[in-house]
């Protein structure tokens, strides 16, 4: 018998002894191979004209995984990609791993700067390079000493120049179909890196392992309730959280990709109609798009489709005017460090015989933890005590269990203070309700003290969203003499619409306490990240300048 690890003392009617009948590493990896398996000529992928079987898929993966083994990746080395949601990102989340190496997949809006800190920092061994990207690419590489071999993705849908002569269809083409690659020998094994975008000092790179990764995306099938086969559209980028671990979730329960370079409004209700989607995913951005569409593209859905919503806490306000088009929102949290989404506003049956308005402000919160996330608490930071379930006491939002990062790459420093404790702080600032349930306040940063008072920049927000006219709203700390901080609005109106900046304010304080209002409101286009994020250390100094 090949015995893994020695038994333990024990019954020797319970054997402890793990052994290769009994016991192989968790990976996501082995999702991909099943899919082919059962469902060959099920499809993966598509995008535009474009058509991919898992069949195909899974030799395409390992004929890349051959030729990247063949150019010297090997277990540990990172290979990054910079593309959009295309199917080659897609296989790179199989195939990378596949030869044991790390995938580092980058957020295409990013400058030349970051680009190259992030190649440096990482040690990338291969680029993988969308043609739209090619040109910060080369300004990227100007300063890096070792440049990584970089590989030329042909999308058609892309207009910029070639990267290199490799080219990424006959790069793979030449690849063993029959490719022998093999599991990890540990699921604690590295599968990605993710790095976080940084909005003071260098950006960060977050760790996951195959353990992490499998068990999330299983998670995310069962909370959920994806079922088999579901059509999920990629409104979400994937170089974010690896899509929230939505490829390996996709490839477990055989379902169908539709890739898109760019989202909007139109290619959502035209993909929804010609694929019949079931899922997608996306930052409270998405449901601006779907709400704001154009009369003539927007329309009520004959069957509801499913959309997760994360990046930003949704206002309850957006969340009812786009569930009563017939999208069914599931709300989750979490960040980079915790594989993306680690906390989901369960629904219970008891909330159905609410009203709509009711049942939104239900929704807004951020839930309760994942099913595979071992503990969620909001816990003085100081004494890392739970705070009162009180709904009123705030705490800081802390994890622990699988589904948290191995820890930030080649940073000691950063690492200590993540994990002081026992716990992931994630630096959010929530408290918890009386039936177990956090509601976000806002980040640690981002809390506004005025006059000694606590002021939620994200209850402001809610508020402004629910006004009629207001497209989109965010809140930032302006300094003042008197009171130290006070609120400053940001908002951007829908088309055609006047409000004043009085008249916003006075729509406030007929909604909260007066000392909770914005002292100050700015017209204009709200600062965004690739994900959807409202970039607030711009808001505070653009509110500090006025």
């Not at 290979?79 to 044991?100: K, R, T």
């Not at 040109?135 to 070792?146: G, T």
């Not at 063993?176 to 604690?188: A, I, K």
């Not at 994360?310 to 949290?333: C, D, I, K």
Request: hydrophobic fraction near 40%; charged fraction near 20%; include cysteine.
């Amino acid at each position: 018998m090949n015995v893994i690890k020695d038994a333990q003392p024990g019954d020797n009617d319970f054997p402890l002894a793990k052994h290769t009948a009994n016991y192989t590493p968790l990976s996501p990896l082995s999702f991909l191979k099943r899919s082919a398996e059962v469902y060959p000529e099920y499809t993966a992928l598509i995008h535009g004209k474009r058509t991919l079987t898992y069949g195909e898929v899974y030799t395409r993966c390992r004929q890349l995984a051959h030729r990247l083994s063949q150019h010297g990746v090997k277990a540990g080395d990172v290979v990054s990609i910079i593309a959009p949601n295309i199917p080659e990102l897609y296989e790179a989340h199989f195939a990378v791993p596949m030869c044991g190496a790390i995938l580092n997949a980058i957020n295409t809006r990013l400058e030349a700067k970051t680009i190259a800190y992030i190649l440096g920092h990482a040690q990338t061994k291969v680029l993988l390079v969308d043609r739209d990207s090619t040109s910060v690419v080369q300004k990227a590489l100007e300063s890096i000493s070792n440049p990584p071999l970089i590989i030329d993705i042909n999308d058609p849908g892309a207009s910029g120049e070639a990267a290199s002569e490799i080219e990424y269809e006959a790069f793979l083409s030449t690849g063993d179909v029959n490719y022998q690659w093999l599991m990890p020998e540990d699921e604690w094994a590295s599968i990605a890196l993710n790095y976080t975008s940084g909005t003071t000092g260098e950006p960060k790179g977050v760790v996951y392992h195959h353990r992490g990764a499998y068990m999330n995306a299983m998670s995310n099938i069962t909370g959920w309730h994806m079922g088999a086969h579901p059509v999920y559209l990629w409104t979400l980028p994937m170089f974010h959280c690896n899509g929230w671990c939505f490829p390996w979730s996709l490839a477990a329960n055989a379902g169908v990709s539709i890739c898109a370079r760019a989202i909007n409004a139109e290619l959502i209700y035209s993909s929804i109609e010609k694929h019949d989607v079931t899922h997608f995913c996306g930052a409270p951005i998405i449901l601006n798009f779907i709400i704001n569409a154009d009369p003539a593209i927007a329309r009520k859905l004959e069957k509801p489709v499913e959309v997760m919503t994360a990046a930003a806490p949704p206002p309850a306000s957006v969340l009812q005017r786009v569930e009563a088009l017939g999208f069914h929102v599931t709300h989750v949290y979490g960040l980079t460090e915790t594989y993306g989404p680690a906390v989901m506003c369960a629904w219970k049956t008891e909330w159905d015989s609410l009203s709509a308005k009711e049942q939104s402000i239900l929704k807004a919160r951020q839930g309760v933890r994942y099913q595979v996330l071992d503990e969620l608490d909001v816990m003085n930071p100081d004494t890392m005590q739970p705070v009162p379930r009180d709904g009123e006491t705030i705490g800081e939002i802390m994890f622990r269990g699988n589904i948290v990062m191995r820890g930030y790459f080649k940073n000691k420093e950063a690492n200590e203070a993540a994990f002081a404790g026992g716990w992931f702080h994630s630096g959010d600032l929530a408290v918890m309700d009386p039936d177990g349930y956090l509601r976000i306040l806002d980040r640690a940063k981002d809390i506004i003290i005025s006059g000694g008072e606590n002021i939620s920049s994200i209850e402001i927000e809610d508020v402004l969203y629910s006004h009629p006219d207001v497209l989109e709203a965010a809140v930032a700390a302006k300094n003042d003499e008197h009171w130290g901080e006070t609120p400053c609005a940001f908002v951007h109106l829908v088309n055609g619409a006047s409000v004043t900046e009085e008249e916003i304010i006075n729509y406030c304080r007929e909604k909260m306490a007066h000392f909770k209002c914005p002292t100050k409101v700015v017209f204009r286009e709200l600062p965004k990240t690739s994900t959807g994020k409202v970039q607030k250390f711009q808001l505070r100094e653009w509110a500090n300048e006025l």
